[in-house]
C-alpha cells in the first residue's frame, strides 16, 4: 500500500528526473547516429525507366549511398586497381545500411579504363548488376528486379560521359546509359538504365 508520504517521494524524485535532462536530449540526426562511416565514400544514383510487368510504365530515381566497412568487401566494393596505364574500379553501393540478410539491395559495376590520361583512353562498364531492388508504384504495387545486364552488346546502346579520376582524392565521377531488352530483366519489358556516379575509392598497399 502506498502511503501519502511514499507518494509524495515519488513526485519528488519524478520531477528531479524531468529537471536533470537538458532540451538536446534525445535529438534526432539527419539520418541517424552512425551513418557516417557508411556513407562517407559517394553515391551511385540510378533512374530506371520501362513498363512493369502488368503494362504500367514506371520511371524511378534511387540513390544507393552505403558502403560496407568490413575490409575484405573494398576490394569487390570500392576500389582502385592500377596496372600501367590502366585502371579498374569495382564499385557496389546498398540502399541502405549493409546487413547480411535484411538489407542486401544493391547495385554493382566495374568500369574498365584503357590508357588512362592519354588519346587513345577507352571506357568499359562491365559485370552491371541490380540485386534485389523493388521498384514500388503510387499505386502501392511492385515488382523486384535481380538481374546482370549486359552492357556490351550492340542493342544495349551504350554511352558513357563526364568521365573523370582524381588520383590525389581518389574521385571517380562518371554517367552512363544504356537500354536492356525485356528478355533480360524482370519488368519484361524493355528497360532504359541511366546512372550518376560520385565516389570515393580506396587502393590496396
Known sequence: MITKKMKA???CFSMLLLTSCSVDDGKDGENGVGFDELTKFGVVKLTLTGVRPDEVPFSKTTAFKFTSVEGSDYN???????SGSNLTFNILRYLSSPDDVFQESTVSFSLDVTDAGLATQALDLNSFRIENFAVVGDDLKYFVLSDSYNTTSTS?????????????????????????PASDNDSEHDMKVKGEVNVIVLEEI
Not at 76 to 82: F, K, L
Not at 157 to 166: C, R
Open 9 to 11: 517521494v515519488l513526485a
Open 76 to 82: 569487390s566494393s570500392n576500389s582502385v586497381q592500377p
Open 156 to 180: 544495349a546502346n551504350f554511352q558513357i560521359s563526364n568521365y573523370t579520376f582524381n588520383d590525389a582524392t581518389n574521385e571517380l565521377k562518371f554517367t552512363f546509359s544504356f537500354d536492356v
